[in-house]
């Protein structure tokens, strides 16, 4: 997992008082190909193959939220993360980024899929509860 320039700049901003941290609101995304430090090359699929990114998480909101209260370092999914069911192939998605908005926005992290998953149409791709962590040392 590595944070994008804009991830580690907001993260730096809130430890040291001077802004509130990069994710009001989360959203989960997938990409085919590796990404930059930059957020650049985080090629998501098409969204006309039934493809959108699923919220984890809204600030204030308790009933978005899927991720674990963070303990020693680390957080993981408690409920089922479901993205759309694919209309059409996207293809082999090999890396998860998190975003702060549901299109467009940042993308303030990403890390690669311990197993890459091949995507074909009618398929349903998801995290299973607990298959999904986050981990800062």
Do not use: H
């Amino acid at each position: 997992m590595a944070f994008t320039t804009y991830g580690s700049n907001n993260i730096l901003n809130g430890l040291i008082g001077k802004g509130s941290g990069p994710l009001s609101n989360c959203y989960i995304a997938l990409s085919t190909t590796t990404p930059n430090a930059d957020g650049s090359n985080f090629t998501e699929p098409a969204s006309a193959s039934g493809y959108a990114r699923s919220l984890i998480g809204q600030s204030g909101s308790a009933a978005t939220q899927v991720m674990s209260a963070p303990a020693n370092g680390q957080t993981q999914n408690t409920s089922i993360i479901f993205f759309p069911e694919a209309t059409a192939s996207w293809g082999t998605v090999t890396y998860f980024g998190l975003y702060n908005a549901a299109t467009g926005g940042q993308l303030v992290l990403y890390g690669a899929l311990t197993n890459p998953i091949t995507i074909s149409a009618n398929y349903v791709p998801l995290f299973r509860v607990g298959n999904f962590s986050l981990t800062l040392t």
